[in-house]
């Protein structure tokens, strides 16, 4: 399964990102911008976490790995965030294709239940939201290719328990993916 512009990070929709020399760094703004969108969705997904565990029981992520791999739900990369590699064009390439990934996969679960269905809604408004700052970030820098990349193929749900299970997978790599962007955020030259 694709996962849209993973692959290679510095490449978007077939158009080569410019790289920042060395030295470059976020403007302190984009950085404080980015920490409270990261907060307000861990929040907002570690809720709508407790909703799926209290509601149906289903509190165990890793107890969920298999059938995520059945159900072909794709994971999202920060390699280029990482101190070895950091590449500033790269890494926020990740980070906005990671979070267009992740709102891909919150719409894949629409019908999860009409008790969640606003949390859910909420969650891909604020990750779509995060990923616009980013996306805008990458113009301002002059790093952003001339078309934004879109989303790749998403999975499908067969029954309500694939998508309430699939929802638990897609909220922890939600949060395990915002806790490395907000590691690498703050703290690039750790390993």
Not at 95 to 107: F, I
Not at 158 to 181: D, T, Y
């Amino acid at each position: 399964m694709a996962e849209p512009a993973a692959q290679n990070p510095m490449r978007l929709m077939g158009q080569e990102a410019t790289p920042l020399g060395p030295g470059s760094s976020l403007p302190r703004s984009f950085l404080l911008k980015c920490s409270e969108q990261v907060r307000k969705i861990q929040m907002a997904s570690a809720e709508l976490q407790e909703k799926l565990c209290a509601t149906y029981k289903l509190c165990h992520p890793e107890e969920l790995v298999l059938l995520g791999h059945s159900l072909g739900i794709p994971q999202a990369s920060l390699s280029s965030c990482s101190s070895q590699a950091l590449q500033l064009t790269g890494c926020l390439s990740q980070l906005h294709s990671g979070l267009l990934l992740h709102q891909g996969l919150l719409q894949a679960l629409a019908g999860i239940s009409p008790k969640l269905a606003l949390s859910v809604d909420m969650l891909q408004l604020d990750v779509a939201d995060f990923a616009s700052t980013v996306w805008q970030q990458m113009e301002d820098l002059g790093v952003a290719s001339a078309m934004r990349p879109t989303q790749g193929t998403m999975p499908t749900f067969a029954s309500a328990f694939q998508r309430r299970a699939g929802g638990v997978l897609v909220i922890s790599h939600l949060q395990s993916f915002l806790g490395l962007a907000h590691h690498f955020q703050y703290y690039p030259a750790q390993p």
